[in-house]
């Protein structure tokens, strides 16, 4: 019977074919050891000479790293390794040989594996981060359609920008102008209108010349956008989805999260109510740590951010930021127009913002004095400022950068390992 490494459990003191490829090897004269992958899985073949002949056993000596193959044999309980189970070999099938796969059981130099990330993918670090990356995917759409919110897709080719101009990807859009989607925000707030409770998944770009272990020119964002909720309301949806999430990979990807050294006692914590602080806070704290060269009114850097994240065991929302700093589509505060009533939410152990969320001006006047300010194109933006013409209703939203968020959860240091083929300045190969 055909099976896949990760139905093993079920097939225990039966005779199975697997379909695999030849992660490593080692042998001694009576004895070979093939560690074997079906993209589903990794376990361990045993060939034992006295039980398989000469003919076998030697086909099992040879066989090179990668190749690929059916290989037949009894699924046995093993103790010792985590994943509980191990392959009594008795005949082996190949189907491709491999010849000199590049990414040898050494150590190899990042820019080496970043040349062969189409290669890269199939070793079990990065297949563990690609597994707990598809579970908070799996966790997200669960846990919005358990609520009720609709998947709405925003376009990718847009005509305007909700995060400011300075980093769009300008491309020709037949005889018009076009630049690739920075956030799905804008026509989430139209979708939201329509259908209430919303949220999106989808690539984003931004051309910034940041060369960090945070930033990617092309990531994914989950966007939900909620009618009449507040900024209350808004920072609850967050911090429940965030701890759902990481719950989450903690129940199903135990095996990923130990074969990436994650510390889970780390995880398990992460439950509601997240803390919070303002920005007027957050600069008060700062100063007495001795960051002298900030002053109210300045964004925050990585190091600000982690010196404020170091202080908690959870996630962090850093609240009430500077109206000057921020879009301008984010509602100021009733009682102190100089900020507004947004947040971002500040990862622990060093992995900076994950979330950026505000209610949304639904005062039409006001919103259309800042699309003045901010000097945007008002053709551009037309559309959306009618939306506060028919019915308009306090609103509020967010958008979670996945890539940061598995490389928080995963415990792995920079998001180029967090998106099957990174997109980095400087990088468009492979
Ligand atoms: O804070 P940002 O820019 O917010 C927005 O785009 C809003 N329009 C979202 C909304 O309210 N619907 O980006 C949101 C998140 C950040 O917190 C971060 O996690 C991630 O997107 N992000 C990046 N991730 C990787 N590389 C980059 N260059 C990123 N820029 C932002
Ligand atoms: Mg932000």
Redesign the pocket.
């Known amino acids: 019977m055909k099976i896949t490494i990760t139905e093993a459990g079920q097939h225990v003191g039966e005779e199975v074919t697997i379909g695999a490829w030849l992660a490593n090897k080692r042998s001694s004269g009576k004895i070979a050891f093939l560690q074997l992958r079906d993209g589903t899985g990794f376990i361990q073949g045993v060939v034992v000479k006295s039980e398989v002949g000469e003919e076998v056993f030697q086909q099992a000596k040879s066989i090179t790293q990668e190749s690929s193959l059916y290989i037949t044999g009894t699924v046995q309980e093993d103790n010792r390794s985590p994943f509980g189970y191990e392959l009594s070999v008795s005949s082996i099938d190949i189907i491709a040989e491999a010849e000199d796969y590049p990414i040898t059981p050494k150590e190899h130099g990042t820019e080496f594996l970043m040349d062969h990330r189409h290669l890269w993918l199939r070793s079990r670090r990065q297949h563990a981060v690609m597994k707990v990356r598809n579970e908070i995917i799996r966790a997200t759409y669960e846990f919005f359609n358990d609520r009720g919110f609709v998947k709405v897709d925003p376009p990718i080719l847009t005509g305007s920008a909700?995060?400011g101009t300075s980093e769009l990807f300008h491309t020709r859009y037949f005889d018009e102008d076009a630049y690739l989607s920075?956030?799905?925000?804008l026509y989430?707030e139209a979708a939201a209108m329509a259908l209430g409770k919303v949220f999106s998944f989808g690539p984003?770009f931004?051309a910034?010349k940041?060369k960090t272990r945070?930033?990617?020119?092309e990531?994914w964002?989950i966007?939900p956008?909620m009618a009449f909720y507040n900024f209350e309301d808004n920072l609850k949806v967050q911090e429940e989805y965030v701890s759902h999430v990481v719950q989450s990979v903690l129940a199903n990807c135990r095996l990923e999260l130990g074969r990436l050294d994650r510390d889970t006692s780390k995880l398990e914590q992460i439950k509601v109510p997240f803390p919070r602080i303002t920005y007027d806070e957050a600069i008060e704290f700062l100063h007495k740590q001795g960051f002298d060269d900030i002053k109210w009114g300045d964004d925050f850097g990585a190091p600000h951010e982690t010196a404020i994240a170091e202080n908690y065991d959870k996630p962090v929302f850093i609240t009430h930021y500077p109206t000057a700093i921020k879009?301008f589509y984010m509602q100021p505060d009733p009682n102190r127009e100089e900020v507004v009533l947004c947040a971002?939410?500040i990862a622990p152990e060093g992995y900076g913002?994950?979330?950026?969320?505000?209610e949304r001006i639904h005062d039409r006047q006001l919103l259309e004095e800042r699309i003045k300010e901010h000097k945007l194109d008002e053709e551009a933006y037309k559309w959306y400022a009618e939306l506060r013409k028919y019915g308009s209703v306090p609103h509020s939203?967010?958008?979670?950068?996945l890539?940061?968020?598995v490389a928080w959860i995963s415990g792995v240091e920079h998001?180029r390992e967090t998106i099957p083929f990174p997109r980095l300045l400087n990088r468009l190969y492979p």
Do not use: Y
């Open positions: 909700p995060e920075q956030s799905g925000q989430m984003t931004r910034e940041s945070r930033h990617l020119i990531f964002m966007e956008e879009p971002d939410l913002e994950i979330i950026g969320g505000s939203g967010f958008g979670l950068g890539e940061r968020t998001v």
